[in-house]
């Protein structure tokens, strides 16, 4: 699975973006996708993660009522819908794929990582 990952920029604080992740690969619609972010300075973190249906979400709680993940397995890809942003969000956003069907927040057991997309937001 190769991920492209898209859709970050400048944003003022309580601004909103929709970020997107286009996977190739005929296991798209088997995969839990999820979005991690990494901060200078700082550990990458799991931001959301949705398994192959949708049905089952996982969110950090920082970005809980904030941010919405959501999939397209006929367009093969995954979004994440951020509203009510903070400068706090700024990060590199990455979007990654698991083989496996339960959503987890530890990046090492992703298998599948895409480029990043850089989300600053100005307070």
């Known amino acids: 699975v190769q991920l492209q990952a898209s859709g970050g920029g400048l944003v003022q604080a309580g601004g909103s973006l929709r970020l997107s992740c286009a996977a190739s690969?005929?296991?798209?619609?088997?995969?839990?996708m999820g979005w991690f972010r990494q901060a200078p300075g700082k550990e990458r973190e799991f931001v959301a993660g949705i398994n192959w249906s949708g049905a089952s979400t996982l969110y950090i709680d920082s970005v809980k009522g904030r941010f919405t993940i959501s999939r397209d397995n006929a367009k093969n890809t995954v979004y994440l819908q951020m509203n009510s942003l903070k400068p706090e969000d700024t990060a590199v956003y990455y979007c990654?794929?698991?083989?496996?069907?339960?959503?987890?927040?530890?990046?090492?057991?992703?298998?599948?990582w895409g480029q990043g997309t850089l989300v600053t937001v100005s307070s």
């Open positions: 690969g005929r296991t798209f619609g088997s995969n839990v």
């Open positions: 990654a794929a698991r083989k496996y069907t339960t959503v987890t927040m530890d990046p090492m057991r992703y298998d599948y």
